[in-house]
């Protein structure tokens, strides 16, 4: 019996098979939403990758991080987005929800249903809205183990 190969992380990404048709756009007209991806430390991670669906509408959107960590989609207003997290280090990605509340007055993303309103780092602006995603440490956005 051959030994078990020993796992793999995620990242970092080979450009074949990464880049999406449509990219982080996937609505011209919807709504922006962008942040930061973070490590344990605060600092941004350069080579993540941040994948959003929903299902009503179907959408899919892809987009790596910059050289800032910055990602960014463009994407139907919706009452959520689920979340996917790929960098470098993580064995399996990270998943999580963006949750909008249309209709103005101080609506904003929250992470996941235990994180509520409180979260600091999620806000509403003139642009769309701020998600910073957090993978460890102090702030963490909380994950879904599915």
């Known amino acids: 019996m051959l030994p078990e190969t020993p796992s793999q992380t995620v990242g970092p990404y080979l450009s ?39 299902r009503d509408p179907p959408t899919f959107a892809r987009g790596p991080t910059d050289d800032e960590g910055r990602w960014h989609v463009v994407v139907p207003l919706a009452p959520y987005l689920a979340v996917h997290v790929f960098a470098r280090g993580l064995l399996r990605h990270l998943t999580t929800r963006v949750y909008l509340e249309p209709g103005g007055g101080g609506s904003r993303p929250r992470a996941g249903p235990a994180r509520a309103p409180r979260d600091p780092d999620c806000q509403r602006d003139d642009d769309g809205y701020r998600f910073d995603i957090c993978i460890q440490g102090e702030g963490e956005t909380v994950f879904f183990d599915v």
Request: net charge negative.
């Open 16 to 54: 074949l098979g990464l880049p999406w048709e449509a990219g982080p756009v996937a609505d011209p007209d919807g709504v922006r939403i962008e942040g930061l991806v973070l490590d344990r430390a605060g600092e941004p991670v350069l080579d993540a990758l941040v994948e959003t669906w929903q």
